[in-house]
């Protein structure tokens, strides 16, 4: 299995600003997720955990999906790319977990690793402006509100930090790995 080295991991600073505690904690979660994800094969990523249909590898599927729509629907205000475009998501809207079995480990690997590495730029390029966590995205409610950057990434952390949970128990039946970080 590969591991990320103990000092590596990433921690969000004991005192630093809003946006470096809320970014860290959002970095610790993709961490963890890569890290409970990584060095398996298909199979791996395939297993199940009871009467649960959720995989490993369709949660980076579907966190994959979840890191590109909210910076390209909420913050940026525009369609969604590739792969995500062409599902139906009214007719399937378990669709990154259903396909996510057809999919090779590494495929699956790079399209989350590719979309969080666009979302990290979305945020760095926001925060470039020195306006902060208080900036507001693009999306407009029917109420006429819209969601601060601070809002998304903590949506983000939330999405991360249930998800994470589910992989701690699948991966643990995979092959017995438990711990919350490698270090």
Same mark, same amino acid.
């Given at each position: 299995m590969t591991q990320s080295a103990a000092e590596e991991w990433p921690e969000p600073p004991l005192a630093g600003t809003e946006a470096a505690a809320v970014?860290?904690?959002?970095?610790?979660? %993709? +961490?963890?997720?890569?890290?409970?994800? $990584?060095?398996? =094969?298909?199979?791996?990523?395939?297993?199940?955990?009871?009467?649960?249909?959720?995989?490993?590898?369709g949660l980076l599927k579907h966190l994959a999906h979840v890191e590109d729509s909210h910076f390209a629907r909420l913050w940026l205000g525009v369609p969604v790319g590739e792969p995500w475009d062409t599902v139906d998501w009214d007719n399937d809207p378990d669709w990154a977990y259903r396909t996510a079995a057809q999919d090779i480990p590494e495929q699956l690997r790079t399209l989350w690793r590719e979309s969080a590495a666009r979302s %990290? +730029?979305?945020?760095?390029?926001?925060? $470039?402006?020195? =306006?902060?966590?208080?900036?507001?995205?693009?999306?407009?409610?029917?109420a006429g509100e819209r969601p601060n950057l601070r809002r998304i990434l903590l949506d983000l952390v939330e999405e991360y930090a249930r998800h994470v949970g589910h992989a701690d128990l699948i991966r643990e039946s995979v092959d017995g790995l438990t711990g919350e970080d490698p270090g």
């Open positions: 970014i860290g904690a959002l970095e610790r979660q %993709r +961490a963890t997720l890569a890290w409970k994800t $990584s060095g398996l =094969d298909a199979a791996g990523l395939r297993a199940t955990v009871g009467a649960s249909s959720v995989t490993l590898g %990290r +730029a979305v945020v760095e390029e926001a925060l $470039s402006t020195g =306006d902060g966590l208080d900036q507001l995205g693009a999306y407009v409610t029917r």
